[in-house]
C-alpha cells in the first residue's frame, strides 16, 4: 500500500484525537487509523480501526479493535453478496448499505464522498452499516450529502438530528465536522 495522506483530529465536544491514514494499491484503497477520546458517558476509549474498500470505494471489510472503558472491542465487519456480517453473524436490513460508518471518527465520511463523485450541487442519499461501538453493534445509519464546492459539502444524519457543513481536504478527509471534529495544523 502508498500512502495518499495523513491526518490528525482533535475532538471538539470532549477530549479526543483521532490519527489516520489514507493508502491505496492497483486494486483497492484502505483507511488506517486510531483514536483514543472520552466517551460521552464518561469512559475512555481507545480504538485502532482498519477500513478496506475496492478500487470504486465500495466496502469490503472493516476491523475496530481496542477498549471502551473496561470492555474490549473487537468487531469484525465484511460486505459481502448477501449483506453484512458483523463478527461473522448475519445483520439483517442492511443489504442496501454500500459504506462502512464508524461512529466514533470522521475518516469513514470519505467512503461515501469518494464513492458517489458528486458534481458541486449534485446531492445523494449514502445510507451506511454504522458501528456502535457504545452498544457493541452494527446498524441502520440514513445519510445525506450534497456538494457545495471541491472542499464544502453539506451532510446531515437524521438519527441525530445532525446536519452540518463540512470542509475537506483535497483528498476528501474532513478537516472541520462542525463541533465535534477538527484537524490538526
Avoid at 445532525?162 to 465535534?180: H, I, N, Q, R
Wanted: with cysteine.
Amino acid at each position: 500500500m502508498q500512502t495518499v495522506a495523513t491526518i490528525l483530529w482533535r475532538r471538539l465536544d470532549r477530549p479526543g484525537h483521532d490519527a489516520c491514514r489514507l493508502e491505496r494499491n492497483d486494486t483497492a484503497w484502505q483507511i488506517d487509523g486510531a483514536a483514543a477520546f472520552r466517551m460521552e458517558d464518561g469512559r475512555v476509549a481507545q480504538l485502532h480501526y482498519r477500513v478496506r474498500c475496492d478500487r470504486h470505494w465500495h466496502t469490503q471489510w472493516g476491523t475496530v479493535r481496542g477498549w471502551v472503558g473496561e470492555r474490549a472491542v473487537d468487531m469484525a465487519i465484511a460486505r459481502g453478496t448477501r449483506g453484512w456480517t458483523l463478527n461473522d453473524a448475519p445483520v439483517t436490513d442492511l443489504a442496501h448499505c454500500a459504506d462502512l460508518d464508524l461512529g466514533f471518527t470522521p475518516a469513514t465520511n470519505l467512503l461515501p464522498l469518494r464513492r458517489l463523485k458528486l458534481q458541486d450541487g449534485e446531492a445523494a442519499e449514502a445510507p451506511a452499516a454504522w458501528v456502535d461501538v457504545a452498544e457493541g453493534g452494527l446498524q441502520l445509519l440514513e445519510q445525506r450529502y450534497e456538494r457545495i464546492s471541491a472542499t464544502r459539502c453539506a451532510y446531515a444524519a437524521p438519527r441525530f438530528q445532525f446536519s452540518a457543513e463540512l470542509a475537506l481536504s483535497p483528498e476528501g478527509l474532513v478537516l472541520d465536522y462542525p463541533g465535534l471534529w477538527r484537524a490538526e495544523d
